[in-house]
């Protein structure tokens, strides 16, 4: 049911965004904040708890080939998002719906489709953390979501600083979540005071959306320059050739 309903929000974000033409941020936005409002009335603003079945706290505590069960499954999502993503024509249709809507469109990709797609699949992945992270604490709490919203933006947009510098890329976003949870823990361990960690988040976030515009100026920049050398590459092998005829 959790993962029907979270497909289910990504769908009215995706019409929201491709209908309606509501900025994406907006969309997301406002929808969350809907669901939070739901999730206060159905709770009454109180962390569930009580006598969780096994069968569903296994899921996040059992182990598997010596691997935490979370573990694996983070690994199986990276790698079907990677090959999805790099390897296949619907990744490369994704990225450049992602990069250009409109001139992805004049090419004949069906941009709509995919961008109602990504917030679908983006909903669904995320109602599978919730149920992951439900499962390792045996409590439900309307308010344990939004304290991840900032370090998920800021993960994403650190992210697209490595592998693949200015693009958002699936091995560089996981590098970037570990880096981020290790720091928090290891301040957490050190006695860190409790305002610290929100401060960190949020410094955190400001750097990497900085660092991947930078990084996405310098790509941009080089893409620039090696158009500019074929440009004159070709006039130079303009102006040397001699066609046969011309004897």
């Known amino acids: ?122 909903s669904f992945l995320a109602g599978v953390a919730g149920v992951m992270l439900g499962s390792r604490l045996g409590t439900a709490s309307p308010s344990t979501g939004g304290s991840l919203l900032l370090p998920a933006f800021a993960g994403a947009f650190l992210g697209a600083t490595t592998v693949r510098p200015g693009r958002f890329n699936v091995i560089g976003t996981i590098i970037a979540v570990y880096m981020l949870a290790i720091a928090v823990s290891g301040l957490q361990q050190m006695g860190a005071p409790v305002w610290f960690e929100p401060v960190f988040n949020g410094t955190a976030l400001v750097v990497a959306v900085a660092a991947s515009h930078w990084a996405l100026s310098q790509r941009r920049h080089r893409a620039k320059l090696k158009e500019i050398a074929a440009l004159d590459d070709a006039d130079l092998f303009n102006l040397l050739y001699i066609p046969p005829y011309s004897y």
């Open 1 to 122: 049911v959790t993962l029907l309903i979270a497909l289910v929000i990504g769908l009215v974000n995706g019409i929201l965004v491709v209908a309606l033409h509501v900025d994406a941020f907006v969309a997301t936005l406002g929808t969350s904040s809907v669901v939070g409002g739901i999730a206060l009335a159905y709770t009454g603003g109180k962390t569930i708890f009580g006598a969780v079945p096994p069968s569903f706290t296994n899921l996040a505590r059992k182990h598997l080939l010596g691997m935490p069960q979370p573990v694996l499954l983070v690994v199986f999502v990276a790698v079907v998002l990677g090959v999805v993503l790099g390897l296949l024509p619907v990744g490369r249709r994704m990225y450049a719906t992602g990069g250009n809507e409109r001139a992805s469109m004049l090419t004949g990709i069906a941009t709509k489709r995919y961008i109602v797609g990504a917030f679908v699949t983006s």
